[in-house]
């Protein structure tokens, strides 16, 4: 067993709580949370408007051979958080531009599109009818093959007004992007996202020299077609067998580039990428089944995560990242983790997030 080093948590603004006596017990959570082995290593920000308010890391960015520790800026796969960090925010900027409409039937902008009663809004808040996920990495490969396949299972949605989580549909927001911005998703990430918020350890595909930068996914998982450790590159095998860059899984991030993000989704210098009417809209609610509430690609109300308001943006990441975004509290939460590596603990990852935001919405967010 390797030696768990110490976590490391810093108070570095205006932490709005009761003295120190809660930033205590949240070292207390974390440390506890690494001595229990899940997630191996992890990376923590409460941020404000006006900028970090508590960073913290520890623990292991790879287990696998010889450890490697979590640092500062280790960059994490980020999974489903992609739908809303690069696809939904890309969304509301070509929307703004007027080179999109929400209420635009898919088949517009992908002319092999089966129906044409789908529009991109019904991709973007998860009512196209459209099945949740499909493994086409095990018998497919490449962009042509893919969007074939996922034109077919599309053919069998019909957009009844109830959510359905979908990978497919975010596939789908990706090429329309690509068809509406005239680039590929990855170039009108950094060009449209990344350059303008300076968000330098922000991409698809990291090059192989990042590896030891990264934190390792899952060892022996079911998103390859062949064993082995999935470190470097992205986790979700759909996205990997289309080369690394799709709308629904592929990007890689680190925790301050993902505090720069949620600083801009509470209005700190929102101007340089989306307006206000973008940031309203990204919070209202536009389609709702049981307590799985959707604006814009979010979820709103995290009900199970403590006491937040209703139009709190959440989201998470299969590989055990999540996002949590209160404008009216001016409070945001980046918590990334491996806490699938070197094997997936689904029901551990559920209690970790569940524990981290109740405590933060107790103490930060009251």
């Known amino acids: 067993m390797n030696a768990l080093p110490p976590?490391?948590?810093?108070?570095?603004?205006?932490?709005?709580?009761?003295?120190v006596v809660e930033v205590n017990e949240l070292r207390a959570c974390l440390t506890q949370l690494l001595d229990e082995g899940c997630p191996a290593g992890l990376s923590l920000a409460v941020v404000s408007s006006r900028g970090l308010v508590v960073e913290s890391y520890g623990g292991f960015a790879c287990v696998v051979g010889e450890p490697v520790l979590v640092t500062a800026t280790t960059c994490y796969d980020l999974a489903s958080l992609?739908?809303?960090?690069?696809?939904?925010?890309?969304?509301?900027?070509?929307?703004?531009?007027?080179?999109l409409r929400f209420e635009q039937p898919v088949k517009e902008w992908l002319p092999r599109f089966p129906r044409s009663d789908t529009t991109v809004l019904h991709l973007l808040t998860h009512t196209s009818g459209i099945v949740g996920h499909v493994p086409f990495?095990?018998?497919?490969?490449?962009?042509?093959?893919?969007?074939?396949?996922?034109?077919?299972?599309?053919?069998?949605?019909?957009?009844?007004?109830?959510?359905?989580?979908?990978?497919?549909?975010?596939?789908?927001?990706?090429?329309?992007?690509?068809?509406?911005l005239g680039l590929a998703l990855d170039v009108a990430f950094q060009k449209e996202l990344a350059e303008p918020l300076g968000l330098g350890q922000s991409r698809f595909r990291p090059p192989a020299s990042w590896q030891h930068l990264t934190a390792a996914t899952e060892l022996d998982g079911d998103q390859r077609r062949t064993p082995g450790l999935v470190w470097g590159s992205v986790h979700d095998g759909n996205a990997f067998?289309?080369?690394?860059?799709?709308?629904h899984a592929g990007l890689f991030s680190s925790l301050?580039?993902?505090?720069?993000?949620?600083?801009?989704?509470?209005?700190?210098?929102?101007?340089?990428?989306?307006?206000?009417?973008?940031?309203?809209?990204?919070?209202?609610?536009?389609?709702?089944?049981?307590?799985?509430?959707?604006g814009i690609g979010w979820r709103l109300n995290p009900a199970s995560w403590g006491t937040w308001p209703a139009d709190t943006?959440?989201?998470?990441?299969?590989?055990?990242?999540?996002?949590?975004?209160?404008?009216?509290?001016?409070?945001?939460?980046?918590?990334?983790?491996?806490?699938?590596?070197?094997?997936?603990?689904?029901?551990?990852?559920?209690?970790?997030?569940?524990?981290?935001?109740r405590l933060i919405a107790g103490h930060w967010a009251g």
């Open 256 to 294: 301050r580039d993902l505090s720069q993000f949620v600083r801009l989704l509470l209005g700190h210098d929102s101007s340089r990428v989306l307006n206000e009417e973008s940031l309203q809209l990204m919070r209202t609610e536009l389609g709702a089944t049981g307590t799985d509430v959707r």
């Open 7 to 19: 976590l490391r948590l810093d108070v570095l603004g205006d932490d709005g709580a009761n003295g």
């Open 137 to 180: 990495f095990e018998t497919l490969e490449g962009r042509p093959s893919i969007e074939s396949a996922v034109y077919e299972w599309a053919a069998k949605g019909v957009p009844d007004g109830i959510v359905r989580y979908s990978d497919l549909n975010f596939m789908l927001v990706g090429w329309v992007l690509e068809a509406c």
């Open 241 to 247: 067998a289309l080369g690394g860059v799709a709308g």
């Open 82 to 99: 992609t739908k809303v960090v690069c696809s939904a925010t890309l969304a509301l900027v070509a929307r703004q531009a007027g080179h």
């Open 313 to 357: 943006l959440w989201h998470t990441g299969f590989t055990g990242t999540s996002l949590l975004v209160c404008p009216d509290r001016d409070i945001g939460v980046v918590l990334l983790t491996n806490a699938v590596h070197p094997h997936r603990q689904l029901e551990a990852q559920g209690r970790m997030r569940v524990s981290v935001h």
